[in-house]
Nanobody
Framework: QVQLVESGGGVVQAGGSLRLSCAASGHTFSINDMAWFRQAPGKERAFVARIYSKGSSTYYADSVKGRFTISRDNAKNTVNLQMNSLKPEDTAVYYC????????????WGQGTQVTVSS
């Protein structure tokens, strides 16, 4: 089992920045990759960014490329999401997720953290 806890959400003006963190605990050795998703009011949860536990591969949704950066600290079992040039449409609950096998659905989820971008 893997437990995930997000932190760092809040309210920011458009153009501002926020940094989200996700702390993993439990069987962290089994994690293949971790990702951030977000869910805006009235919309389905959507992929934001992904990073693998080994190597340097990262992937981003087109809507956040060039503005968001995902990174990890394996020693601390944390994954971060640096969000710059925030837009009102980035407003959502952000969730951290982890999986142990590539290509399957993410099995582990955090409780979510609210990000609100005011115009």
């Amino acid at each position: 089992q893997v437990q995930l806890v997000e932190s760092g959400g809040g309210v920011v003006q458009a153009g501002g920045s926020l940094r989200l963190s996700c702390a993993a605990s439990g069987h962290t050795f089994s994690i293949n990759d971790m990702a951030w998703f977000r869910q805006a009011p009235g919309k389905e949860r959507a992929f934001v960014a992904r990073i693998y536990s080994k190597g340097s591969s990262t992937y981003y949704a087109d809507s956040v490329k060039g503005r968001f950066t995902i990174s990890r600290d394996n020693a601390k079992n944390t994954v971060n999401l640096q969000m710059n040039s925030l837009k009102p449409e980035d407003t959502a609950v952000y969730y951290c997720a982890a999986r142990t096998t590539v290509g399957v659905q993410y099995a582990y989820w955090g409780q979510g953290t609210q990000v609100t971008v005011s115009s």
